[in-house]
């Protein structure tokens, strides 16, 4: 396993596609979004980690997708024992105290799905880096993979979905020294919220 599948395997716990589909044939990995950025991002990872992959522009949004039935095997090795879906993602449990995997899980899960936010409150701001999720067994497993780290967060319930929270500037800048994120326009985003 090198870096690249782990970053893999985050991004696509909470974001984009993995089809295993023996009967049709299809080996497919692969995401549609506006954001352009993300798109490339994830095409360059995956080209380190298996090859080139297939992207285009489509009805306003960018496609990458990248076929290969060992490829996408080797990856839903590493989504844990449920494999990757919206509802049943995990982060493998020998893995989540494993340092060099859990950097680049973490790094792909919150390029895929972390937001950055800033409120002006009374007395200052509050800064916080969090993730959506309805699969709340899986946002526990990035909060225990990030205390590996020394990284406090919370997990609370949202409405119909759960919410993964880094909250306060210490906590965001500790993420950012020991995570970060891949994606430029997260990183500018915090170098303005953290002033880096």
């Known amino acids: 396993m090198n870096e690249h599948i782990a970053y893999l395997a985050g991004f696509f716990c909470l974001r984009g596609k993995v089809v295993w589909d023996k ?3 299809n080996y497919t990995m692969g995401l549609q979004t506006k954001d352009r950025e993300m798109a490339l991002l994830l095409a360059g990872r995956i080209k380190a980690a298996f090859g080139e ?3 285009y522009e489509k009805d306003g949004l ?3 997708v990248f076929h290969g039935k060992e490829e996408v095997k080797q990856l839903l090795g590493m989504a844990g024992s449920s494999g990757f879906g919206e509802y049943d993602w995990s982060v493998p449990s020998g893995l989540i105290e494993d340092m060099w995997f859990g ?3 973490l790094q792909g899960a919150f ?7 800033i409120e002006k409150r009374t007395g200052g701001k509050r800064r916080d880096i969090r993730i959506n999720s309805v699969n709340k ?22 409405g119909r979905a759960f919410c993964l929270s880094i909250e306060g500037k ?13 994606h430029p326009n997260k990183i500018e985003k915090m170098k303005g919220v953290l002033g880096f």
Request: with cysteine.
């Open 137 to 158: 067994a899986g946002l526990l497993s990035l909060k225990q993979m990030l205390s590996t780290f020394g990284i406090g967060a919370n997990v609370y319930k949202t």
């Open 53 to 55: 992959p297939r992207v």
């Open 62 to 64: 960018y496609v990458v």
């Open 23 to 25: 009967a049709a044939g």
């Open 103 to 105: 950097k680049a899980f």
């Open 170 to 182: 210490t906590r965001c800048n500790l993420f950012m020294q020991k995570i970060g994120f891949a």
């Open 111 to 117: 390029d895929a799905g972390g937001n950055i936010r």
